[in-house]
């Protein structure tokens, strides 16, 4: 995994200032007025992941992503599933369609990434987001923009170190997924002191069984540290049933997370920024489509990690509940 880190505010910058050039362009660029296309051609972008059913993490990606076409006058159509195999038909399906720029996870890369290259074989613009950082390049994809998961887990690991944790317990909810695995190897490396657990995340009330087992098994765990907030959630409910002390901790948010983490329940969460993710995917390709724009210079995007905790949570809240954060 890389550790290079650009700035979002640098990224920031780089898009204001290359979105300004592409809508000045006198020729083949973006209409000054009624939108981001070129030419008055109406782009289609398609966004594939492997967003699992219920999981409300995506809809901050989605959210992201809406935004994004709707500001530069571009066409979203948006597919998931959450099968490697499926997955990476949905890529050459969108290929055929004839979309203008695909964004795509690159969770199972060995079974996607081919499709993205063939995709880019073909000339269809393509870039990679939220997972893959390790593996994108090596499918001739330009642009990344996501969190590096493996900072991201030692980023967790050191805070328990910090806070006299004693052993942490990191809950696994799609075993194999590579962002999730690379995560909790984070974890580990910064606390080895770190077991992992894997659960079904498609099955909310086996996690929290699950969870809750281990932990009357094991009182010596003190933090629990769950990927994604409606685990979070029920990681919650099983320490309550259990009696457990544990601390909760996790990787990303919901309203329901932000709440806790106001009211004390989660200690914390690592915050990747998907909506973030979706908004600058989308725009890179149109920034791509529109003006011959890479973004990231070879090297990947970084939207994380950025911790939430007591210290700066107040008016996250808002934004989470408003599905922007």
Not at 188 to 213: C, H, M, R, W, Y
């Amino acid at each position: 995994m890389r550790n290079t880190r650009r700035p979002l505010q640098a990224l920031v910058a780089v898009t204001v200032a290359t979105m300004a050039l592409a809508a000045c362009s006198s020729s083949g660029g973006a209409k000054n007025a009624g939108g981001g296309n070129a030419g008055g051609q109406d782009f289609t972008i398609a966004m594939i992941t492997h967003e699992s059913p219920g999981d409300t993490f995506w809809d901050k990606i989605r959210a992201g992503a809406d935004q994004a076409a709707k500001d530069h006058g571009m066409t979203l159509n948006y597919s998931s599933d959450p099968d490697a195999g499926k997955e990476a038909t949905l890529v050459q399906n969108a290929v055929d369609s004839k979309v203008d720029g695909i964004a795509v996870t690159l969770a199972f890369p060995d079974a996607v990434g081919p499709a993205a290259k063939s995709a880019i074989a073909g000339g269809v613009p393509v870039v990679a987001f939220n997972s893959g950082i390790g593996n994108y390049q090596d499918f001739g994809v330009p642009m990344y923009f996501g969190s590096n998961e493996d900072l991201a887990g030692q980023t967790v690991g050191r805070r328990i170190a910090q806070d006299g944790g004693g052993k942490a317990l990191c809950v696994i909810q799609e075993q194999g997924q590579v962002a999730l695995e690379t995560r909790c190897a984070g974890v580990a490396k910064a606390f080895p002191n770190t077991e992992n657990l894997n659960v079904n995340g498609a099955d909310l009330p086996s996690v929290q069984q699950t969870i809750g087992a281990k932990l009357q098994q094991d009182p010596s765990i003190t933090d629990v540290v769950t990927l994604g907030a409606p685990i979070a959630l029920g990681a919650m409910q099983a320490k309550a049933d259990s009696g457990s002390q544990a601390k909760v901790i996790t990787f990303d948010l919901n309203a329901d997370v932000a709440q806790a983490i106001q009211n004390g329940t989660i200690a914390f969460s690592v915050d990747q920024q998907p909506y973030v993710q979706g908004y600058m995917a989308v725009t890179a390709l149109w920034l791509n489509l529109t003006n011959g724009n890479d973004i990231g210079g070879g090297q990947p995007v970084l939207t994380g990690p950025s911790i939430v905790d007591a210290k700066n949570i107040g008016p996250i809240v808002q934004y989470a509940k408003n599905n922007t954060r």
